[in-house]
């Protein structure tokens, strides 16, 4: 027989539910549960915990013989025969069955199935026992046996266990078609696999939206797995009375096999040409993964009880098979991911350069996650690969998604975190971030999945049939490609082994980065011990006394102190670099080495804060620096002194007393500007010059003109005859015992120098 599917023109019969009338605008919130009717193709009876009949379908005098008002109240032996009646009483002692029995109703009351034999499911409906009775039907296809287990056992793919579950209910249930969908995350479905007449053009392949199958028919689905309409076009049978009257609310037939569809549905198969429809839900884990849906186009088609409970098994078993398969790409997949990881960790590992710098050029970076775009911050430097959104918007982004409490966040839709942001979904739909500083972080791209919808049965009540010439025959494919929906806004989802890998790469990253400032502030340490003394050597003629405070237990500072001979004078220095850590010691130790070499090579101190200036603004890219530097002549106690930007130092007289060196500083070492001037003076024997950093005298939120006539006063009440250790440790402690309730976060250094 040729199959032809086509619009159908048959008016499709009343299907309004007991409830009221359908909005067919309104599919997602229909009540699909409580229709109030049953499929004509067998009876149903509800009974209370006395056997009493409350609901009976408006049938049971057709198929049973008795009429339903009268039913309601009667013992259900009265009902359906003591044959039937003692079996159900059985069940129930047996807790429900799993599956239908089959028995011949020889003992009936009357109506067109009394002596025949019939299939009866037995299940509940909260405190009520229904009794589900149709006709037996012969199986038409082969009977389920372990073969078909076998054959399934074949499939090593999703893919292929899809394509063999779809022939086997093929053949179990003799449906002209046999499609297998797949749901994804926004349950839009997919055709998957597909077993079909050879007349019949292929649905493999087609998309449909989520709204074809709203949230109350997924629930229904995983309650109950099988779903039949023998006839597109039956007549709904009411349920007598509508109402249970203990409850007040319509039967739940949520487990009944008989239970009316939705007008909605009727009006999306009517519109395909389905004359005939099944559907068996593929679980995963008690999670809809998909569906088995069936279509007959040639008239009513009603497979019997035996081969829907083997279309049924079949699918169970595919879906056990496909979850199997599933974890294992899952497990694969996180290896390859982890594989990834290592090799990306290795060569960071290799590479001398900075590993937010070797990340960022990594080519495996984007292949990771399966992204198409990747940017990094670190310490406010942005660096991108692949197609990011502008750098501007990147920021928000960040802020985003940030989470405070999780150190990988992720979405797949971006807009609905910040509206704003979806217009740049073509970029960064979804995204994925590590990172839990607002200035570090990493993030990972992927565009909007577009989805073409290229699925039919508008539920809008618009038949096909009104668009069309009746005389011209459309294929279903020719007929759903009339209506085209596209999801925007949303990207692929983040696998779990993504998410994990995307962890590791970071903690792996943090790791190195950790490794590489242990080392560098170790070898900046060991170069600053070198460079900055812990005791002054020994000159004759001249003492000299120093300290230096870090501000934090790293001894990395940009302050530093120097003291060293040229021939009979002898040259002293205090500088400060701005900032901490290892570029600061860094810096400091290029400028101490620079102002080493101008001295000894005769300039005098203000000549060397010059040519230094110079250097650093031109040469070395080290930021700015402030610097103090003075000659004395053991001989004569000539001293000349010269300062860029910095404090000016103390003249400690041996009579006592202290008092600021009136020194006019030239602007900061780097500003590339200014000539320094020198002052001059002489050290009489057991005179002394203090230098410091700005470090001991400056405090946030105080007024340094005070600070510093407190150290003037702190060093001008100390003895000058005192040993000039002891002079300058009882100095320090001093100044910190009045700093005690407001320490510095900065490095303090001093540097004392008495001529003997």
Same mark, same amino acid.
């Given at each position: ?108 009351? #009357?109506? !067109? /199935? &009394? ?8 299940? *509940?409906?909260? +405190?009520?026992?229904?009794? $589900? =009775? ?11 046996? #372990?073969? !078909? /287990? &076998? ?8 893919? *292929?266990?899809? +394509?063999?579950?779809?022939? $086997? =209910? ?25 077993? *079909? ?560």
């Amino acid at each position: 027989m040729t199959i032809i599917p086509r619009p159908s023109t048959t008016p499709a019969a009343d299907h309004t539910p007991a409830y009221a009338a359908p909005d067919l605008t309104t599919c997602d919130t229909e009540p699909i549960h409580v229709p109030g009717a049953i499929q004509p193709h067998g009876v149903l009876v509800a009974v209370d915990g006395d056997d009493r009949v409350v609901v009976a379908s408006a049938n049971l005098e057709e198929l049973l013989g008795v009429p339903a008002a009268t039913a309601i109240g009667c013992d259900l032996v009265d009902v359906v025969g003591p044959g039937l009646g003692d079996l159900v009483r059985g069940v129930l002692r047996r807790e429900l069955p799993h599956e239908p029995l089959t028995v011949v109703l020889t003992d009936a009351v #009357g109506g !067109s /199935l &009394a002596g025949e034999p019939v299939d009866v499911r037995v299940h *509940r409906s909260e +405190d009520r026992v229904v009794l $589900e =009775v149709e006709g037996l039907v012969r199986s038409e296809g082969p009977a389920p046996t #372990g073969n !078909s /287990l &076998a054959r399934l056992a074949q499939g090593t793919t999703t893919e *292929r266990l899809a +394509d063999l579950l779809a022939r $086997e =209910v093929r053949a179990l249930t003799a449906f002209d078609r046999v499609m297998v969908y797949r749901f994804d995350e926004q349950w839009n479905g997919v055709v998957v696999a597909e077993a *079909r007449a050879a007349t019949l053009n292929p649905f493999l392949g087609l998309h449909y939206p989520a709204t074809d199958i709203p949230a109350q028919a997924r629930r229904l689905y995983r309650v109950n797995p099988i779903r039949l309409i023998a006839d597109v076009h039956y007549t709904p049978v009411p349920l007598h009375p509508v109402f249970d009257p203990d409850s007040g609310q319509p039967l739940d037939l949520s487990h009944a096999g008989l239970r009316s569809v939705s007008p909605i549905h009727v009006e999306y198969l009517s519109n395909m040409g389905v004359t005939a429809s099944m559907s068996v839900s593929i679980l995963l884990d008690g999670e809809l993964w998909g569906l088995v849906a069936c279509h007959h186009y040639s008239g009513p088609h009603r497979p019997s009880q035996e081969a829907r409970a083997a279309a049924e098994v079949v699918t169970q078993a595919t879906a056990h098979l496909i979850g199997h398969r599933q974890r294992a790409e899952a497990r694969e997949a996180a290896l390859e991911t982890q594989r990834r990881v290592t090799e990306m960790g290795q060569r960071i590992a290799r590479d001398p350069r900075s590993p937010v710098e070797t990340l960022a050029d990594d080519p495996a970076l984007l292949e990771l996650v399966g992204a198409t775009g990747v940017a990094i911050c670190f310490d406010g430097e942005v660096r991108t690969r692949g197609v990011v959104p502008p750098r501007h918007v990147l920021s928000r982004i960040a802020a985003a998604t940030d989470d405070p409490d999780r150190y990988v966040s992720s979405t797949q839709h971006l807009g609905a975190l910040d509206a704003d942001l979806a217009a740049h979904a073509g970029q960064a739909a979804g995204v994925l971030r590590i990172g839990s500083v607002p200035e570090r972080w990493l993030m990972w791209f992927r565009p909007e999945q577009r989805v073409v919808v290229d699925w039919g049965g508008d539920p809008s009540n618009k038949r096909l049939a009104a668009d069309a010439d009746p005389a011209v025959r459309l294929s279903p494919r020719q007929s759903f490609e009339k209506w085209q929906e596209v999801t925007e806004g949303v990207s692929a989802p983040w696998r779990t082994w993504e998410l994990d890998g995307a962890d590791v790469l970071g903690r792996n990253v943090n790791a190195q980065l950790l490794v590489r400032s242990r080392e560098q502030i170790a070898m900046a340490e060991s170069v600053q011990r070198t460079v900055v003394l812990d005791r002054a050597p020994v000159f004759s003629g001249v003492a000299v006394a120093a300290r230096y405070h870090p501000a934090t237990s790293y001894q990395l500072g940009g302050d530093w102190w120097d003291v060293f001979e040229l021939g009979d004078r002898v040259a002293v220095v205090v500088g400060d670099v701005a900032g901490h850590g290892v570029a600061a010691a860094s810096a400091m130790t290029q400028l101490r080495t620079a102002m080493r070499a101008y001295l000894f090579e005769g300039h005098q101190p203000g000549e060397c804060l010059d040519r230094l200036d110079a250097l650093l603004d031109g040469l070395l890219d080290l930021g700015l620096a402030t610097a103090v530097v003075a000659t004395l002549d053991r001989t004569t106690g000539e001293v000349r002194l010269a300062s860029a930007g910095h404090p000016a130092p103390l003249l400690l007289p041996a009579a006592g007393g202290a008092h600021l060196v009136d020194v006019d500083p030239r602007p900061m070492l780097g500003v590339g500007s200014g000539v320094a001037e020198e002052v001059r003076l002489r050290l009489d024997p057991g005179d002394g010059l203090l230098l410091y950093s700005d470090g001991l005298v400056e405090r946030r939120g105080t007024d340094l003109v005070e600070r510093t006539e407190r150290l003037r006063r702190l060093a001008g009440d100390r003895p000058q005859a005192d040993h000039l250790e002891r002079w300058v440790d009882g100095l320090v402690l001093d100044l910190a015992a009045t700093d005690a309730a407001d320490p510095t976060d900065d490095d303090a250094t001093l540097l004392v120098v008495r001529r003997s």
